[in-house]
């Protein structure tokens, strides 16, 4: 923890002072557990804006599927890597580490405070502790693509199991992207590809405090539940429809959008997709928390649990003389 500030408290809103460390506040945890709407509050108390870290939620014209921010909540507090590139551009963990870390670099050089949120574990590895550099090989990735196009994908997991079963047991193996690149890796390198998630720290010139938020199973089911029948609602089929001249980029492997192929080829109902989107979103959160639970330095909360989520601000801006200007209640969780 750095040390307290002598004088008088300042606003947090005031431009950084000299020599003093800013304050990255991270808002993690699995889907639908409430992150975006604490965030804004966090933000909103902290006078500051939002990096987020969600791999999907990058990606245009997949707002409804990655529960994007709406437009309100994006309008209420400034959301930085959000729909901002197509769906047939790649994007990396590395690639976001590069862009966030230069983003937070030119907000720290006057500002005290940024929050960080998102439930892509990797994104936010990234912005904390860096990642090591990961080996390419497009030829090789060709390759695997076509092996997917023509065997499908569980040739492919088996043959990652054999090369990396660290890997394998923990990270989502129906998740075409992520199984061909780690195999990617293992081929090029003739490393596991869990050997570049080392364990070293690389420095930052920020310090961070980590809000860690979960649910009871029941409770974050039930939630998932609702999500997914209100992206239903909203229109879910019309935007995967509108999605498939990309159906087979890196973007639309994921969950809310994969389950979908059944039901264009006629062999599905839309209220099946909607059972198996409900099925697959709930074994993506329990793959989150695993994830999660391994990080160290991180305060846990139930989102609802205002009172002391905000005394854990307080405390982080009183030792460094900061004065937390804001409402004594979040608006969270309505």
Same mark, same amino acid.
Request: charged residues 25%.
């Given at each position: ?155 492919? @997991?088996? #043959?990652?199991?054999? /090369?990396?079963?660290?890997?394998? +047991? !923990? ?5 075409? =992207? $992520? ?93 099946? @997709?909607? #059972?198996?989107?409900? /099925?697959?979103?709930?074994?993506? +959160? !329990? ?5 999660? =639970? $391994? ?40």
């Amino acid at each position: 923890m750095p040390p307290s500030n002598s004088g008088t408290p300042s606003p947090i809103s005031e431009h950084r002072r000299p020599n003093e460390r800013p304050l990255l506040v991270v808002v993690i945890g699995p889907t639908a557990v409430g992150k975006t709407a604490l965030s804004i509050d966090i933000a909103q108390h902290l006078s500051c804006e939002i990096v987020n870290a969600d791999s999907r939620q990058v990606y245009q014209g997949m707002p409804i599927g990655t529960a994007q921010p709406t437009e309100t909540e994006r309008s209420s507090v400034p959301h930085h890597f959000v729909d901002f590139i197509a769906p047939d551009e790649l994007y990396s963990a590395g690639q976001f580490e590069s862009d966030a870390l230069a983003w937070l670099d030119t907000w720290f050089a006057a500002r005290r405070c940024a929050v960080l949120s998102g439930g892509s574990g990797l994104y936010v590895k990234a912005v904390l502790d860096g990642l090591d550099p990961v080996p390419a090989d497009l030829g090789i990735r060709t390759q695997l693509n076509e092996r997917f196009q023509k065997g499908g994908l569980e040739p492919l @997991v088996e #043959e990652l199991r054999s /090369l990396d079963p660290a890997h394998a +047991a !923990k990270m989502d193996t129906q998740n075409p =992207q $992520r199984v061909i690149r780690a195999l990617e890796v293992c081929l090029t390198s003739g490393r596991p590809f869990s050997s570049f998630h080392s364990a070293t720290t690389a420095e930052r010139p920020f310090d961070t405090l980590v809000i860690g938020l979960r649910r009871d199973r029941p409770e974050l089911i039930e939630r998932i539940n609702l999500r997914v029948d209100a992206m239903m609602e909203a229109g879910l089929a019309a935007e995967v429809k509108s999605l498939q001249t990309h159906w087979n980029e890196n973007a639309l492997q994921t969950v809310g959008y994969r389950e979908w192929t059944p039901y264009f080829e006629g062999k599905a109902s839309k209220e099946e @997709v909607t #059972e198996e989107i409900k /099925l697959r979103t709930r074994q993506f +959160a !329990k793959r989150q928390m695993t994830w999660f =639970q $391994r990080m160290d330095n991180v305060q846990w909360f139930h989102p609802d649990d205002t009172e002391n989520i905000i005394e854990a601000l307080r405390v982080e801006c009183a030792q460094r003389g900061w004065e937390l200007m804001a409402p004594s209640e979040f608006k969270h969780g309505e």
